[in-house]
C-alpha cells in the first residue's frame, strides 16, 4: 500500500512538472500560418504589420491562394486562419457542426470588385444585364478578365449576377489583380474585375499610378436605373451592388495569435487600418473631437 502511494505521488509530480512546461495560448506570442484570398492581400498585410508592431513576437507565414481552397486549408489543418470574401457555405457550416465547432462569423470590413477597363472603351457605365449577358451570351464578344480562375472576385460576380451558365469562351484568368490591370489596357474592348481594395489606400502612390491608368465603370443597380462607381462614399452608402463583406475564419478554439488577431482587426486600432487602407470598416467608431475654448 506504501509502495502504491509513492507511486501516485510520483506520477502526480510528473504530471504537474509536464502540465507546467506547456505553454497556455496566448496573443502576443507565436507564429501561425494564414491563406489569404488574393484579392484581400493589400488589406491582410496591412492588418497583419500592424499587429506585429503591437506584438513583435508574434509571426504569420502566409499563403495566396482562391478563397475555396483557404478554406479548405484551414479544414484540412494546414493554416490556422483564413481570410475571405464569403462565410461559410452549407457544406461548410455541416463539418463545423460535426466538429463541434461554433460558427460565429468574424466580418472586419466592407470591400467590392470594381469593374475597370482602358481609358479607350467606349462606354463608362453598364448595367447588370448587359454584364450577365456577357457573361453568359456565347453571342457575346466582350473579353472578361478575373484575376484568377475561381477567385473570389468571380464568386462575388457569378452569385450577384445569379450567373447559371457562364460562357467560358469570353472568361480569362490572369495571374492576380496586377495583371488585371495589365490585360485590360493591352485589351480596349475588355472588362476586368478588380477587388477594390487594391487600388483603395489614396496615400500608396503605386496605387494611385494604377487607377490613373484605368476607366472604372460605373455598375446600374437591379432595376437598371441607379448607377454607381466603386468609391468609398458609394460602398460606405451601401449604392454599390458588387460589395463585399471580409471574413476572418478560424477552427481554434484557444485564446491565441489567431483569435487575438481576429479581436484586434474587430477592434478599434483594425478598423483604424482597415479606414486607412481606403475600406469600410465593419464596426463604425465614433470619432470625438474636443475643443477647448480659451480666451484670447
Same mark, same amino acid.
Given at each position: 500500500?506504501?509502495?502504491?502511494?509513492?507511486?501516485?505521488?510520483?506520477?502526480?509530480?510528473?504530471?504537474?512538472?509536464?502540465?507546467?512546461?506547456?505553454?497556455?495560448?496566448?496573443?502576443?506570442?507565436?507564429?501561425?500560418?494564414?491563406?489569404?484570398?488574393?484579392?484581400?492581400?493589400?488589406?491582410?498585410?496591412?492588418?497583419?504589420?500592424?499587429? %506585429?508592431?503591437?506584438?513583435?513576437?508574434?509571426?504569420?507565414?502566409?499563403?495566396?491562394?482562391?478563397?475555396?481552397?483557404?478554406?479548405?486549408?484551414?479544414?484540412?489543418?494546414?493554416?490556422?486562419?483564413?481570410?475571405?470574401?464569403?462565410?461559410y457555405?452549407?457544406?461548410?457550416?455541416?463539418?463545423?457542426?460535426?466538429?463541434e465547432?461554433?460558427?460565429?462569423?468574424?466580418?472586419c470590413?466592407?470591400?467590392?470588385?470594381?469593374?475597370?477597363?482602358?481609358?479607350?472603351?467606349?462606354?463608362?457605365?453598364?448595367?447588370?444585364?448587359?454584364?450577365?449577358?456577357?457573361?453568359?451570351? +456565347?453571342?457575346?464578344?466582350?473579353?472578361?478578365?478575373f484575376?484568377?480562375?475561381?477567385?473570389?472576385?468571380?464568386?462575388?460576380?457569378?452569385?450577384?449576377?445569379?450567373?447559371?451558365n457562364?460562357?467560358?469562351?469570353?472568361?480569362?484568368?490572369?495571374?492576380?489583380?496586377?495583371?488585371?490591370?495589365?490585360e485590360?489596357?493591352?485589351?480596349?474592348?475588355?472588362?476586368?474585375?478588380?477587388?477594390?481594395?487594391?487600388?483603395?489606400?489614396?496615400?500608396d502612390?503605386?496605387?494611385?499610378?494604377?487607377?490613373?491608368?484605368?476607366?472604372?465603370?460605373?455598375?446600374?443597380?437591379?432595376?437598371?436605373k441607379?448607377?454607381?462607381?466603386?468609391?468609398?462614399?458609394?460602398?460606405?452608402?451601401?449604392?454599390?451592388?458588387?460589395?463585399?463583406?471580409?471574413?476572418?475564419?478560424?477552427?481554434? %478554439?484557444?485564446?491565441?495569435?489567431?483569435?487575438?488577431?481576429?479581436?484586434?482587426?474587430?477592434?478599434?486600432?483594425?478598423?483604424?487600418?482597415?479606414?486607412?487602407?481606403?475600406?469600410? +470598416?465593419?464596426?463604425?467608431?465614433?470619432?470625438?473631437?474636443?475643443?477647448?475654448?480659451? +480666451?484670447?
Amino acid at each position: 500500500m506504501k509502495k502504491l502511494s509513492v507511486i501516485l505521488i510520483f506520477s502526480f509530480f510528473i504530471a504537474s512538472i509536464w502540465a507546467c512546461d506547456q505553454k497556455k495560448p496566448i496573443i502576443n506570442e507565436g507564429t501561425i500560418k494564414v491563406a489569404i484570398d488574393e484579392s484581400l492581400v493589400p488589406i491582410s498585410e496591412a492588418l497583419i504589420q500592424s499587429y %506585429k508592431i503591437h506584438y513583435p513576437k508574434t509571426n504569420f507565414t502566409t499563403m495566396v491562394v482562391p478563397e475555396s481552397k483557404a478554406i479548405k486549408m484551414l479544414f484540412d489543418d494546414s493554416v490556422s486562419l483564413a481570410i475571405t470574401t464569403r462565410g461559410y457555405n452549407a457544406e461548410e457550416l455541416r463539418v463545423m457542426k460535426s466538429r463541434e465547432v461554433k460558427y460565429i462569423p468574424a466580418i472586419c470590413g466592407i470591400d467590392a470588385v470594381m469593374l475597370v477597363t482602358s481609358k479607350n472603351y467606349p462606354d463608362t457605365a453598364i448595367s447588370q444585364e448587359k454584364l450577365k449577358y456577357m457573361m453568359s451570351n +456565347p453571342d457575346s464578344k466582350t473579353k472578361l478578365i478575373f484575376d484568377k480562375a475561381a477567385s473570389s472576385n468571380y464568386n462575388t460576380i457569378i452569385e450577384k449576377l445569379k450567373v447559371k451558365n457562364v460562357n467560358l469562351k469570353n472568361v480569362y484568368a490572369a495571374e492576380g489583380n496586377l495583371q488585371v490591370l495589365q490585360e485590360v489596357q493591352k485589351h480596349p474592348d475588355a472588362i476586368g474585375f478588380l477587388g477594390y481594395n487594391w487600388v483603395s489606400d489614396e496615400d500608396d502612390y503605386e496605387s494611385q499610378k494604377l487607377i490613373n491608368n484605368i476607366k472604372i465603370l460605373a455598375v446600374s443597380d437591379s432595376t437598371g436605373k441607379n448607377f454607381a462607381k466603386a468609391t468609398w462614399k458609394n460602398i460606405d452608402k451601401r449604392i454599390y451592388p458588387f460589395e463585399r463583406f471580409v471574413y476572418m475564419h478560424t477552427m481554434s %478554439k484557444s485564446w491565441g495569435v489567431e483569435n487575438g488577431f481576429i479581436r484586434f482587426t474587430c477592434a478599434k486600432t483594425g478598423q483604424f487600418v482597415i479606414e486607412k487602407m481606403g475600406l469600410i +470598416p465593419y464596426y463604425l467608431i465614433p470619432k470625438e473631437f474636443y475643443l477647448e475654448k480659451k +480666451p484670447l
